[in-house]
């Protein structure tokens, strides 16, 4: 075994990157960092498929809803030159804040292409769309008492729409954090509500979407990939030896 493997695969993840699954876990050696690294990566694998059934989901159910009940309104504005005209009128749809991510979709959309609704849909984070949820701005709010049953068809109502679509928004709200967290590779391995994260993915997709839901948890592997550490050690063993 190369003596130097450690110091290797350092050079290449970066000494800073590597040190965190350290200090993340109170790691003893370099064994364990690199144990920890290659789990962290297995168990996010599994929560990229779950996180982009949900994100997509979500913002395609809101969009053909919002069409829904308003056929004939133009919710991106696509032919809007001057943003600041939106402002104008106390009917505009979206919030200043929105209105911004909206801008800036559009501006990233032109730089590489025409544009349209589809491709704006795509451009927008998943924060324009948990923004939507967890506003107060009333615009929102008299969008939600309309939309709210076709976005979540198979959910509940447990106390009214306001105040379930603010807590459903809190909720995604930190499943945003934590794919934040995963799409910017930092770790995620040792975090004490992995279990509540997966769970509430898994929920959520199933008040948009009960057959994708049932899609989605045929190809989780999130339990097996859990109980792999044992394997992963093994396989690490094997390099160091």
């Not at 003893?28 to 059934?53: C, G, M, P, R, W």
């Not at 501006?107 to 704006?120: A, F, M, S, V, Y």
């Not at 849909?121 to 324009?128: K, S, T, V």
Request: charged share 25%; hydrophobic share 35%; glycine share 2%.
């Amino acid at each position: 075994m190369n003596t130097n493997f450690f110091q290797n695969i350092e050079k290449s993840i970066s000494q800073s990157r590597l040190s965190t699954y350290k200090n993340h876990s109170n790691c003893t050696n370099d064994k364990e960092v690199i144990i920890n690294y290659v789990l962290n990566a297995k168990i996010s694998e599994n929560f990229y498929f779950l996180l982009q059934n949900l994100e997509v989901s979500l913002r395609n159910a809101i969009y053909d809803s919002f069409k829904l009940h308003y056929p004939t309104s133009d919710f991106f504005f696509l032919h809007e030159t001057d943003s600041r005209n939106r402002y104008k009128s106390k009917k505009e749809k979206h919030s200043r804040e929105c209105w911004k991510m909206i801008c800036a979709a559009k501006h990233n959309i032109l730089n590489r292409t025409t544009i349209n609704e589809g491709k704006i849909i795509a451009e927008l984070n998943f924060g324009f769309w948990t923004t939507i949820l967890l506003s107060t701005d009333i615009k929102y709010s008299n969008m939600w008492r309309k939309i709210f049953n076709e976005v979540f068809p198979n959910y509940k109502v447990v106390h009214s729409i306001h105040s379930d679509k603010a807590n459903i928004g809190k909720v995604l709200d930190d499943i945003r954090q934590f794919r934040n967290r995963i799409f910017h590779y930092e770790p995620i391995f040792n975090q004490t509500n992995l279990d509540q994260i997966h769970s509430d993915i898994i929920e959520i997709l199933g008040w948009i979407n009960k057959d994708l839901q049932t899609l989605t948890k045929c190809f989780d592997e999130f339990d097996l990939i859990k109980n792999k550490e044992e394997y992963i050690q093994k396989e690490v063993e094997k390099i160091f030896s």
